[in-house]
């Protein structure tokens, strides 16, 4: 499965991980759910665990990240194992990536 707009684009690598890369400024929580749909099936489906790739995502919106975080609480609703991969470089994702380990404790951030 791959969704590419003009912005941004989410790629299926396999069934244990998602690629996110571009600029993601979509209006409302609500407005990511198509798109991340196939994420919350993969998370949902995986017995060996999930990953998202979001290390070349430039900006994430509010709403965006609303959604991610959304993604981490299906994750321990279901005791998935999940993993996010960030780049530190990227100055929103090293101040705001480390919060979502508060919604869930085996959350595993890497860069």
Do not use: C
Not at 14 to 40: C, M, W
Not at 60 to 67: D, K
Not at 82 to 108: A, D, G, H, R
């Amino acid at each position: 499965m791959e969704i590419k707009t003009e912005d941004y684009s989410i790629e299926s690598v396999d069934n244990t991980k998602s690629v996110i890369a571009g600029i993601l400024r979509l209006t409302s929580p609500a407005a990511y759910e198509k798109d991340f749909e196939h994420i919350q099936k993969g998370i949902t489906d995986s017995s060996t665990g999930y990953t998202v790739d979001i290390a070349n995502v430039n900006f994430m919106n509010s709403s965006g990240i609303t959604a991610l975080s959304r993604l981490v609480l299906l994750a321990r609703q279901g005791n998935k194992s999940l993993t996010l991969v960030i780049n530190e470089s990227i100055p929103w994702q090293k101040k705001t990536i480390s919060s979502l380990k508060k919604l869930y404790e085996k959350l595993e951030i890497r860069s």
